[in-house]
């Protein structure tokens, strides 16, 4: 025997008003998408027929308000009460058009039953504007799922009327501002005018419709229209309006540039509206996930919204009408870079960072913004495509230490360096090869003095005292001597390092500060690492004047001194932060260079 489900039409009105619909404000929606689909029904009877919705607030002392919707739609019959009011589920949208309606906004059957969550009561007159000879009829429903319907003895003008009265606690709801700005934020799009009478007045709430769609004298003029819609949709003055259009879906509208910072993380809420009905103000599967940097107002008349009419359904229309936006945004970064290169910098600037990480996930988007992004060099900073232009290949220091250590010498040697130690920006540089077919080097340290000229057999004799004196001075700090002729020559000692002698140099200096069982710790991992763990480069340019006259010093105190102020100007001028010991060591050598500036002793040494 089959059986029958059991329908506990409360249980769906909380379900309604606590999960599915976002506020009860949303009842307003529901009443404006019924009216809206009953004129656009009546009007495929009468192409000219103009649609009209009146809202009508009235308020007797001592009762609760009510509201009146009215609309001058297709109507209903009696039959049609039956089937399609008082049942669940069941559209006269779907029904007439097939599983999927192309001209309607309602789709699922529930959108009275929203009435509920505000009012105890839904009072419907109608008349039919199929069938002139059917009486009009009125519906009264209850939340407990009991209605009545009844044939009116006197006539009415084809359409429909709504009434709903206040239930406790939802006073509000029905406030008329309340109501103008509800039925504003739903219907501002709508082709048909929204009446709203309060007592004397009567106040037409969607005038001046979308600013998109409107015919202006001048570009500017349009502009400025844009701008002003999106600073009152949104309380916030944007950086830019672009237009938006997709035949797929038939969506329009505009989306306006962030004036502030996103990231890619931040949550990306477009208002949208379908077949110009307030859908939802936090759709976010509309734009594409790179479309952080703008916020959109469109309308879609083509899309299939989910059960709640708060999103769309995702599937193969809407993934191509998101790729049509894409586009439109793309061509807007586009034409910028030619016609408005300020702006596009300022956009840059703002959303750098989220553009870049963009870029490194998507090879597309990669190829659109690469030539526009910034980037640090050794000779200031540029764009990726000034840099291209200047440079024939791509060289990059991948961290700020090795960018601070080289980018002097690297000028001098008459080439470029980035630096790509921030954020992306190496991954970024990398790339360039595959999607750009840019001849990509990374610069090491180390590398490049071996590029440096060598010294003669008569350079070398005569330097060999000092080479040998720096030797017993940098052993104590883990770092290796050299002396080559490079550029510039204003440089005396160029200080390298690998990424391993860093760290060496970095556990070294935590142990200085750290408690005694932690600094214990560090200790065996710096003995265990001893034998084996990099040492750092100093080399001396022996171009430089003051490095060729110490090479003629033959006073071993007045050496080893000079040596360690080398030694430590390299690693300021590397920005390297100085242990304790090398702390320890600058104070000694500027007091003895002071005391010997003064007479207070012979020239400086170290005591040994």
């Not at 840099?387 to 220091?397: I, L, M, T």
């Not at 790339?431 to 000229?453: C, H, S």
């Not at 040492?535 to 090479?551: E, G, H, M, Q």
């Not at 590397?574 to 207070?600: C, F, Q, R, V």
Request: aromatic share 8%; glycine share 8%.
């Amino acid at each position: 025997m089959d059986h029958k489900f059991q329908i506990d039409l409360r249980g769906i009105i909380d379900l309604l008003s606590h999960h599915l619909y976002s506020g009860p404000e949303v009842f307003v929606r529901e009443l404006l998408q019924n009216a809206t689909d009953a004129i656009r029904a009546r009007q495929l009877l009468d192409p000219g027929h103009a649609g009209d919705v009146h809202l009508e607030i009235h308020q007797a002392k001592g009762q609760p308000p009510s509201l009146v919707v009215s609309e001058n739609g297709i109507g209903l019959t009696a039959d049609e009460v039956h089937t399609f009011l008082a049942t669940i589920g069941l559209s006269s949208k779907r029904a007439a058009e097939g599983d999927r309606p192309t001209d309607f906004i309602g789709q699922f059957g529930i959108g009275i039953l929203a009435c509920f969550v505000v009012s105890d009561a839904i009072v419907v007159y109608s008349k039919s504007a199929k069938s002139p000879s059917a009486k009009a009829v009125e519906w009264r429903a209850k939340p407990d799922g009991t209605y009545t319907l009844k044939e009116l003895d006197r006539d009415l003008d084809p359409g429909t009327q709504v009434w709903l009265t206040a239930k406790a606690g939802c006073e509000e709801h029905f406030a008329p501002d309340a109501v103008r700005d509800t039925a504003r934020r739903f219907g501002g799009l709508l082709p048909y005018p929204i009446r709203l009478t309060h007592g004397k007045q009567t106040v037409v709430v969607n005038e001046g419709g979308a600013p998109w769609r409107t015919a202006f004298p001048t570009e500017r003029a349009k502009f400025k229209a844009l701008m002003a819609f999106g600073r009152d949709t949104f309380d916030t003055d944007f950086l830019d309006a672009v237009p938006l259009k997709s035949a797929v879906g038939g969506i329009d509208g505009v989306a306006y540039v962030l004036p502030y910072a996103a990231t890619l993380t931040s949550k990306r809420s477009h208002r949208v509206y379908l077949k110009n009905m307030l859908l939802s103000e936090s759709v976010d599967n509309l734009l594409p996930e790179w479309a952080f940097f703008v916020k959109a107002v469109v309308n879609a008349d083509d899309l299939r919204p989910t059960a709640a009419r708060e999103s769309f359904y995702e599937d193969d229309k809407l993934q191509a009408a998101r790729d049509a936006l894409g586009e439109c945004l793309r061509q807007y970064l586009a034409g910028l870079a030619e016609t408005d290169p300020r702006k596009l910098d300022k956009i840059i600037a703002l959303h750098g960072l989220a553009i870049k990480a963009l870029a490194v996930q998507d090879d597309d988007f990669y190829k659109l913004v690469i030539d526009w992004l910034p980037f640090e060099t050794s000779a200031g900073e540029m764009t990726f495509g000034d840099y291209r232009k200047q440079n024939d290949s791509v060289r990059y220091a991948a961290s700020v230490d090795q960018f601070r250590q080289v980018s002097r010498v690297a000028q001098a040697q008459g080439f470029t360096i980035i630096n790509a130690g921030y954020t992306y920006d190496a991954e970024l540089l990398r790339r360039a090869e595959d999607l750009v077919g840019a001849t990509v080097e990374q610069i090491d340290p180390a590398d490049l003095t071996q590029q440096f000229d060598e010294l003669t057999l008569a350079e070398q004799d005569q330097i060999a005292p000092f080479l040998a004196a720096a030797e017993g001075v940098l052993k104590a700090f883990r770092c290796r001597p050299d002396v080559k002729k490079y550029l510039p020559r204003e440089l005396p000692a160029l200080y390298t390092t690998s990424g391993e002698g860093r760290f060496y140099r970095s556990l070294e200096q935590s142990k200085e500060v750290s408690n005694p069982l932690w600094s214990g710790v560090l200790d065996n991992i710096s003995k265990k690492d001893k034998g084996t763990a990099s040492y750092a480069d100093l080399c001396f340019n022996f171009d430089n004047p003051l490095v060729r006259r110490l090479s003629t010093v033959r006073d071993r105190a007045v050496l080893m001194r000079s040596i360690q102020m080398l030694y430590l100007q390299s690693l300021l001028l590397g920005h390297h932060p100085l242990s304790g010991k090398e702390m320890t060591l600058l104070n000694d050598g500027l007091l003895a260079l002071i005391e010997w500036g003064i007479g207070l002793q012979a020239p400086p040494g170290d005591g040994v």
